[in-house]
């Protein structure tokens, strides 16, 4: 006990004060009542101020520009550790979709020393977890590892080695396309996956962030050497950031980290080109015929901003007003109002490239046309109305508070750092996180709903059936079926 | 009694206590206080200072399994009543509370319990326990407010099991296994009954099963215990308690014969295949020791199932297993997605080889090693969050009694030996306690149900086909934010 209060005196010394007293001192007004949200205000809400402190991590570099961040969080003798390679799909050949994922992913599947079998046995006998993924669209890929304290030294070697040394042996990589291809059945048959894949069909194009999932014939290009070459050219220490968060010791980890990595060659790497994402064409409904759903899917959007935007905080706001929680005005119309749905959200994703704003909501198939219906007025009325004081000063509580329970998590706090470096963000972007919150205003939310909502250009994405919605949608624009493989349905009403 | 009464005294001076032994890896236990007001509720208070947060979980002793026959899924529709408002607090304003005030809740249902989440900042001590004591004292419901939950609740059907591939499988299997109702209908219920619930079924299952008495409040976080417990104490102690409820029979039958059915579902793109072996009691040195044996047979990357169906035969996408604790008698579940070009029935034969070599052989050394050494990582781990610590306190205490259990879990796993898992192998998988549910891909379309076909995978069982049911958890929401 002794031993853990010393240690968090520590790590508070060296930390930073973020004052919520402008947000939490907001006034709790009597708010006006909807029919799904009564306020009586009678609960006793504290007003102090309570101040958080970001723990500080120990940062570094070894000598061959492997970068080391440790977060000292010794509550409990566990630890989590990952190497993010700054390359990912993004960086794929534009003949070898899949090279980045396919690699990560089999990392596991063999070393130089280890059958896939063998590290597999390794790895569960100590009671730990070691996995890797890289995505379609990410700029990075990332090897994971974890596990109790006391089996640091075995969990490191199998790490190491996986990142090292891997053998992509021809036989596993054969039963790794197998498996990847009944994966893609399972995921047709999801139509929340439908509906991401034509979302990001829509948004993006020819854009390589178009891409969530694999397509067959592209597993099927899939080849040990392919495989060998990728991590040849982007797993280096200088493309590398090592990130650990427990009960562990920076200069132990440290010394440590020089045994297994110190040996690891720098080299060149090609750079990720991220390529200029360009606006879809005019508004349209795209709906994908999946019988017999007795829902719809939902999904409706527009195109937003890199994560370095300085219009990131106001979309931020904007998304929680309209759609970031289950007080938010879609939740609160379509669920509580109307009964349409059992939830309905927005999200913001702001990557290096341009991401999007997207509402999405399922709703059963005779409740089709009236949830497009309130979606369109809930994007409208945010565009059309400025957010009243207290909605508006509440969503910014809530942005803020969730923010500060991350501090129960010290695997969140770690990843908001390296968030911070790979998104090349201000070295006090967390810092002074609550304080850019706390400095949007109504206005900016309308100016940012004008911009980026843009309906001429709203792309609408519905998984359903199709004998049942399509004339229902047709009142909303354009629409063009598609069948659940992703292929065009032609029929004779259906235009482009 | 006028003062609450400690029932363990525990000291207050810390959370956790870390001991290194020689040679040991460090033990943790958790050091909490416990007492019973005077209207029957049970309190648990742990003091945890590593982050400015405090954390509430309110278990209810009712479950799916406390529903009766025509009213299917109400425990469930119910949990969402709890959100619409209550004596002193509006419709939906518990939710606006706590989300604008810095904190989040939910709430879930399942056959054994209802839970009630929260987690706040730890200055908001006061208005948690407010709230959270206003909707055990009162409840404020309409006909409108019952209506949208009814709503919400059957799309929450529809987007669960409806709309998704396996779903109405996952739902028949457990109504197919079991022979007494209490575990024989879904959590979510028919659409039939949840249009059928009317407000006097809310009125009533509020004053049954929602009466301090019948539950238990855990709370872990940034707070003095002696500040907790007199805060809790003032809130809840007044709200007055009701008759105990009835109890649940939970007698099951002995099952004599295998069963087993067969779907086609049109939502699904490949076949798979659902084993569950019933007779499982909770709480008994044999449940651990099921656990230890799930470790080799089904369990991750270097289980026996994994290793021989999805890497060296490539018969299987998937493949995992676990142990459904039902209160009373539960079951273990092996659970298999058949690979493109596979077969059914040579996945149902390795999976019948490797349960004959669990009972004909003990396991490896480094299997048990896997086992102790997940459950010791896994309820270490647990005590990161302190919501995941009040859960657990307030389910033990629920279930059995005993909120020390959360002590004991990793020692009981330690005490499993090879011996036990082979007696259990023997003991509970067995082809005559065996229930077995395939679907299978429907290739024509479109026909609006699923389609029960016979289907000889293995003879020798008795088939019967019945109608649908069964999922785990429901919430209140799905959770969004990452």
Same mark, same amino acid.
């Given at each position: ?354 991401? &999007? ?10 409740? &089709? ?25 509440? &969503? ?101 | ?482």
């Amino acid at each position: 006990m002794k031993r853990m209060i010393s240690e968090l005196k520590r790590a508070l010394s060296a930390a930073i004060i973020v004052s919520l007293s402008t947000i939490l001192l907001a006034a709790q007004d009597p708010k006006p009542s909807s029919k799904g949200l009564v306020i009586k205000g009678k609960a006793p809400i504290s007003k102090e101020v309570l101040k958080v402190k970001l723990p500080r991590a120990f940062e570094t570099k070894l000598g061959n520009g492997m970068q080391v961040i440790v977060l000292e969080a010794p509550k409990l003798p566990t630890f989590a550790m990952q190497m993010i390679i700054q390359s990912g799909g993004l960086t794929d050949p534009e003949d070898l979709h899949g090279a980045a994922l396919s690699t990560a992913a089999s990392l596991q599947e063999g070393t130089k020393t280890r059958t896939s079998k063998q590290i597999a046995e390794q790895v569960g006998s100590l009671g730990a977890s070691l996995s890797a993924a890289s995505g379609l669209s990410s700029l990075e890929s990332r090897v994971f590892a974890s596990g109790l304290t006391d089996s640091f030294d075995q969990i490191l070697a199998l790490f190491a080695d996986v990142i090292l040394n891997p053998s992509f042996p021809a036989d596993e990589l054969k039963k790794f396309k197998t498996r990847a291809l009944g994966q893609l059945r399972l995921q047709r048959a999801q139509p929340g996956f439908l509906a991401d894949e034509m979302f990001a069909k829509v948004m993006y194009g020819s854009h390589p962030a178009a891409r969530i999932a694999l397509t067959a014939a592209d597993i099927q290009r899939l080849t040990p050497e392919a495989l060998q070459r990728f991590h040849a050219a982007h797993y280096k220490p200088n493309n590398a950031i090592f990130a650990i968060v427990g009960d562990v010791k920076p200069m132990e980890v440290l010394a440590k980290l020089e045994k297994a990595f110190g040996s690891w060659q720098r080299g060149d790497v090609p750079r990720n080109s991220i390529s200029k994402v360009s606006e879809p064409g005019g508004a349209k409904i795209f709906l994908i015929n999946r019988v017999p759903s007795v829902q719809a899917n939902l999904v409706v959007g527009n195109l937003a901003i890199e994560r370095s935007d300085p219009d990131y905080f106001a979309l931020d706001v904007m998304n929680q007003v309209i759609g970031g929680g289950v007080t938010s005005r879609l939740f609160m119309n379509l669920r509580e109002d109307k009964g349409y749905t059992y939830g309905a959200y927005t999200g913001l994703s702001a990557p290096r490239y341009r991401g &999007t704003f997207r509402a999405s909501t399922e709703v059963r198939t005779d409740a &089709t046309k009236g949830s497009m219906n309130e979606l369109m007025y809930e994007i409208k009325r945010i565009r059309d109305e400025k957010v009243q004081p207290e909605e508006f000063d509440r &969503t910014k509580r809530t942005l803020i508070g969730a923010f500060a329970l991350q501090l129960e998590s010290p695997q969140a706090l770690l990843n908001n750092i390296v968030t911070q470096k790979l998104y090349a963000l201000p070295a006090d972007y967390w810092d002074t996180y609550t304080q850019k919150l706390a400095a949007i205003t109504p206005d900016d939310v309308q100016r940012v709903a004008r911009k980026y909502l843009d309906l001429s250009r709203l792309q609408i994405v519905a998984v359903g059936d199709a004998s049942k919605i399509a004339e229902v949608l047709r009142q909303f624009g354009i629409v063009e079926i598609y069948d659940t493989e992703g292929k065009p349905v032609r029929s004779s009403a259906e235009g482009k | 009694m006028k003062t609450p009464k400690p029932l363990l005294a525990f000291s207050l001076c810390c959370l956790l206590v870390l001991t290194a032994g020689a040679q040991q890896a460090k033990k943790i236990k958790l050091e909490f206080n416990d007492m019973k007001l005077k209207n029957g509720l049970r309190v648990l208070v742990v003091e945890d200072h590593s982050a400015p947060v405090v954390s509430v979980a309110i278990t209810y002793d009712v479950g799916s399994r406390n529903e009766r026959k025509g009213r299917t899924g109400f425990a469930h529709l119910f949990e969402h009543m709890m959100f619409t408002g209550s004596q002193n607090v509006g419709r939906n304003e518990y939710s606006l509370l706590i989300a604008s005030n810095g904190g989040r809740a939910n709430a879930t249902t399942n056959e054994n319990r209802t839970l009630y989440v929260a987690t706040v900042p730890s200055n908001q001590l006061d208005m948690i326990l407010f709230l959270e004591a206003d909707r055990m004292r009162s409840l404020d419901v309409t006909q409108e407010s019952l209506d949208a939950q009814r709503n919400a609740v059957q799309e929450e059907r529809r987007r669960e099991i409806d709309n998704q591939p396996y779903g109405k499988t996952t739902e028949m299997f457990q109504e197919f296994m079991y022979d007494n109702f209490a575990y024989r209908h879904s959590v979510f219920g028919s659409m039939d009954d949840l249009n059928a619930a009317g407000l006097q079924d809310v009125k009533d299952f509020f004053r049954t099963y929602y009466a301090p008495n019948n539950a238990v409040l855990a709370l872990v976080g940034d707070v003095r215990a002696d500040i907790a417990l007199s805060r809790i104490k003032s809130y809840f102690e007044t709200i007055p308690s009701q008759p105990s409820p009835p109890t649940v029979d939970t007698t099951e039958p002995e099952q004599t014969a295998g069963r087993r059915f067969a779907v086609e579902d049109p939502l699904a793109r490949l076949p798979r295949v659902l084993i569950g072996y019933k007779g499982i009691a909770d709480n008994t040195p044999d449940t651990f020791a099921m656990q230890v044996l799930n470790q080799a047979l089904a369990s991750g990357q270097s289980s026996r199932l994994y290793q021989r169906l999805v890497k060296e035969k490539e018969l299987a996408n998937v493949v995992f297993g676990f142990t459904n604790e039902l209160r009373g008698v539960g079951y273990y579940q092996i659970t298999a997605i058949v690979a493109p070009g596979g077969k059914v029935e040579d996945v149902a034969t390795v999976i019948d080889e490797e349960i004959r070599r669990l009972q004909r052989e003990p396991i490896a050394d480094w299997e048990l090693e896997k086992a102790k050494n997940s459950s010791r990582r896994l309820s270490i781990q647990a005590l990161q969050s302190s919501l995941g610590t009040a859960i657990r306190l307030a389910q033990y205490e629920v279930f059995y009694n005993d909120p020390n259990l959360i002590n004991a879990e990793f020692e009981r796993i330690a005490a499993v030996t090879k011996q036990d898992v082979q007696r259990v192998a023997n003991k509970y998988l067995r082809e005559t306690t065996r229930t077995v549910g395939i679907t299978l891909p429907q290739e024509k379309l479109p026909t609006p149900e699923p389609r029960r076909i016979s289907c000889d995978i293995h003879s020798g069982f008795s088939s019967r086909f019945h109608r649908t049911t069964q999922p785990r958890v429901l919430n209140f929401y799905r959770e969004t934010r990452q």
